[in-house]
T-cell receptor, first 106, second 112 residues
Framework: KNEVEQSPQNLTAQEGEFITINCSYS?????LHWLQQHPGGGIVSLFM???GKKKHGRLIATINIQEKHSSLHITASHPRDSAVYIC????????FGGGTRVLVKP | SQTIHQWPATLVQPVGSPLSLECTVE??????LYWYRQAAGRGLQLLFY??????ISSEVPQNLSASRPQDRQFILSSKKLLLSDSGFYLC???????????FGPGTRLTVL
């Protein structure tokens, strides 16, 4: 079993829909990251959180340390949100989930 | 502001040939530096990280090596490439007191 599991692996949404991506982990962590990888390969760090909730524009990230679970929400999704979203947890080292490929159709 | 550069952007190399990928960071001092690989259809894998000049930690045993000859320069090398070395190689940096990592544009390596 992978230390970091993301679901779903793929997600297709219509523009304007609310999107949720989930990340579950099995190790003790000091922080969790959400990253966005665009089709060209470039990666952008979206959030780093160790408790509670963070919001940036239309993106919201939450984490439940007791349940070892985090979610990334995209409100009012737009085609430019199409990307791979990657969850990574910081334990002894940074361990990455397999990513969730999101496609938002106009 | 800080920027991170990688080159080349793409590379096609024959099996058995050497490799040198370069990463440089501007606008910050004493960064932590990282090399990652993303194989086709797979997640990111940490290969090496460095907390200072000449200090390299390897996460995965393989035929790759890394060096940090200068504070803001990180080099990934191989003496003889394997087919399995194909992938997307990403360099990243973070500050000493923060976990947030900033990624470079990546190098897409194809070994034929």
């Amino acid at each position: 079993k992978n230390e970091v599991e993301q679901s779903p692996q793929n997600l297709t949404a219509q523009e304007g829909e609310f999107i949720t991506i989930n990340c579950s982990y099995s190790v003790g962590i000091s922080a969790l990251h959400w990253l966005q990888q665009h089709p060209g390969g470039g990666i952008v760090s979206l959030f780093m959180l160790s408790s509670g909730k963070k919001k940036h524009g239309r993106l919201i990230a939450t984490i439940n340390i007791q349940e070892k679970h985090s979610s990334l929400h995209i409100t009012a999704s737009h085609p430019r949100d199409s990307a791979v979203y990657i969850c990574a947890v910081k334990g002894n080292k940074l361990t990455f989930g397999g990513g969730t490929r999101v496609l938002v159709k106009p | 502001s800080q920027t991170i550069h990688q080159w080349p952007a793409t590379l096609v190399q024959p099996v058995g040939s050497p490799l040198s990928l370069e990463c440089t960071v501007e606008g910050t001092s004493n960064p932590n530096l990282y090399w990652y690989r993303q194989a086709a259809g797979r997640g990111l894998q940490l290969l090496f990280y460095s907390v200072g000049i000449g200090q390299i930690s390897s996460e995965v045993p393989q035929n790759l090596s890394a060096s940090r000859p200068q504070d803001r320069q990180f080099i990934l090398s191989s003496k003889k490439l394997l087919l399995s070395d194909s992938g997307f190689y990403l360099c990243a940096w973070s500050g000493v007191s923060t976990d947030t990592q900033y990624f470079g544009p990546g190098t897409r390596l194809t070994v034929l």
